[in-house]
Nanobody, 119 residues
Framework: QVLLVESGGGLVQAGDSLRLSCAAS????????MGWFRQAPGKEREFVAA????????YYADSVKGRFTVSRDNAKNTVQLQMNSLNPEDTAVYYC????????????WGQGTQVTVSS
C-alpha cells in the first residue's frame, strides 16, 4: 500500500512559478514510476509529467514541455513538479500518481492540490 499526499498548490499570477511536492508512504516507493496529472473544471483528467522509478527518464505533455520539470528523491520518498511560466490554462487540481505496470494501470492516486493561475 502506498499513500500519496500532495502539497504546494496555491493561487499565483500568470508568469509565476510553483513547486508541487508529493510525499509517499511505504517502503516500495522506488519500485513505482511516478507521475502528475491535472483536471480542470469541466474537463477530463490529463497527463502532465512522469518520471521513471530511477529518476533517469522523464516524460511531459506537450503543453508543459519546457516549463515544467518533474523529479524524485527516492531517499525521501518524494516527487516534485517544478512549474514555471504558469498561465491561466494551467489552472487545475493536480494529482500525484504511482504505477508499476505503466500508465494504463495506475495503482495509487493522491487526493490532489489546487493550482489557480490568475491573468
Amino acid at each position: 500500500q502506498v499513500l500519496l499526499v500532495e502539497s504546494g498548490g496555491g493561487l499565483v499570477q500568470a508568469g509565476d512559478s510553483l513547486r508541487l511536492s508529493c510525499a509517499a508512504s511505504g517502503r516500495t516507493f522506488s519500485s513505482y514510476a511516478m507521475g502528475w496529472f491535472r483536471q480542470a473544471p469541466g474537463k477530463e483528467r490529463e497527463f502532465v509529467a512522469a518520471v521513471s522509478w530511477s529518476g533517469g527518464v522523464t516524460y511531459y505533455a506537450d503543453s508543459v514541455k519546457g516549463r515544467f520539470t518533474v523529479s524524485r528523491d527516492n531517499a525521501k520518498n518524494t516527487v516534485q513538479l517544478q512549474m514555471n511560466s504558469l498561465n491561466p490554462e494551467d489552472t487545475a487540481v493536480y494529482y500525484c500518481a504511482a504505477t508499476i505496470k505503466g500508465w494504463g494501470t495506475i495503482d495509487y492516486w493522491g487526493q490532489g492540490t489546487q493550482v489557480t493561475v490568475s491573468s
